[in-house]
């Protein structure tokens, strides 16, 4: 039973294309999160939302956006893809939007490449 | 801002015991994490402090000083299987920030 899944595992597209990346945690939690892996291996946060209500939203191009239909899953929606959008993306969730001594739980994130 | 340094890379031989540093500045503080990430695969909870001291977990161990902005994690009795990266991560204001993270290699 995977706790946290995303989907596809890999993503290869061309420039200019829109894509989504769905991400659905079974674990009960409230808040979810969108990261970004860049090649240096940066994990970045960009987007959280706590029962469906979007809490944080980093300093990201509006060609990104967000979904949660319900508080068990966080969507990505990427318009316009451009080659530094490559990376790999992961899902993460929490209890609550205060973490403990829990941490996150990862999905085992989407690797985008564009060219 | 947060700002937050990791040696990149470390050797060790299993059996032995290898300590990573961290160190960083930050403006807000609510805890420091440390995740373990295999190649290729997720980052995994390894450990949280929030107080000064020293947190045990079996093998692993993590120390924070927050008057100097240091932590390390120690980890004993090194297998293989701990090769990997290794990362560091303030949590402040409902986000992590997450260092850029050590790559362990252990030999046999």
């Known amino acids: 039973d995977t706790a946290v899944s995303q989907t596809p595992k890999y993503l290869v597209t061309q420039m200019g294309n829109d894509k989504s990346i769905k991400c659905e945690q079974n674990l009960g939690h409230d808040t979810m999160y969108w990261y970004k892996q860049d090649s240096k291996k940066f994990l970045k946060i960009m987007f959280s939302?706590?029962?469906?209500?979007?809490?944080i939203n980093e300093t990201v191009p509006n060609r990104f956006s967000p979904k949660s239909p319900d508080k068990a899953h966080l969507n990505l929606h990427i318009n316009s893809l451009e080659l530094g959008d490559s990376a790999v993306y992961f899902c993460?969730?929490?209890?609550?939007?205060?973490?403990?001594?829990?941490?996150?739980?990862f999905g085992s994130g989407t690797r985008l490449t564009v060219v | 801002g947060q700002n937050i340094d990791q040696p990149t890379e470390m050797t060790a031989t299993e059996g032995a015991i290898v300590q990573i540093n961290c160190t960083y500045q930050t403006s807000g503080f609510n805890g420091l994490f440390w995740y373990q990430q295999h190649a290729g695969e997720a980052p995994t909870f390894l450990s949280y402090?929030?107080?000064?001291g020293l947190e045990e977990k079996g093998r692993f161990s993590s120390f924070l000083s927050r008057s100097k902005g240091y932590s390390y994690l120690l980890l004993k009795e090194l297998q293989m299987k701990d090769s990997a990266s290794y990362l560091c991560?303030?949590?402040?204001?409902?986000?992590?920030?997450f260092g850029s993270g050590t790559k362990l290699n252990v030999k046999p």
């Open positions: 991560a303030i949590y402040n204001f409902n986000k992590f920030y």
């Open positions: 402090n929030v107080l000064d």
């Open positions: 993460a969730s929490s209890r609550t939007r205060d973490v403990n001594n829990y941490g996150y739980t």
């Open positions: 939302y706590n029962n469906k209500e979007l809490i």
